[in-house]
């Protein structure tokens, strides 16, 4: 919270996270206040959050948990509609299975989203990018 507040960070994608279950809560400290938003599961280490500063969080107009590692938030900025993902992808370790599953997700959401709203990506991609 202390490094969100003091960069004055609006919103902020986390990977590698160890919550149960899904949810949503306000956090808040001295001087800001947020809304996270959180994907795990009871067993995954590779669970994802986002963090809105208030009161951009009020614009939320939707959420979608894919599944543990892959989130995405809809949110209204002025006239514009913005998808916010936030994922995590198998590391180099982790079997072919579980890496082809989390990029056929990834692609099959976004190939979903109109070409009206923009994408924006914050993601751990662990050098699976190409």
Not at 2 to 29: K, Y
Not at 35 to 51: E, H, M, P, S, Y
Not at 57 to 65: G, M, S, Y
Request: proline share 3%; with cysteine; aromatic share 8%.
């Amino acid at each position: 919270m202390e490094m969100l507040e003091r960069r004055r960070i609006d919103i902020c994608c986390l990977q590698e996270t160890r919550w149960n279950l899904n949810g949503v809560c306000h956090v808040n400290s001295d001087k800001e206040k947020y809304k996270l938003f959180w994907n795990d599961q009871k067993t995954a280490k590779n669970g994802v959050r986002i963090f809105v500063r208030e009161p951009l969080a009020q614009e939320v107009l939707d959420i979608k948990r894919i599944n543990s590692p892959l989130m995405w938030i809809k949110l209204r900025i002025d006239k514009q509609t913005m998808i916010i993902f936030s994922a995590y992808a198998p590391q180099t370790g982790e079997s072919e299975k579980m890496k082809k599953d989390f990029w056929t997700a990834f692609s099959d959401t976004i190939s979903t989203i109109p070409k009206s709203e923009t994408i924006l990506i914050g993601c751990d991609l662990n050098d699976h990018v190409g």
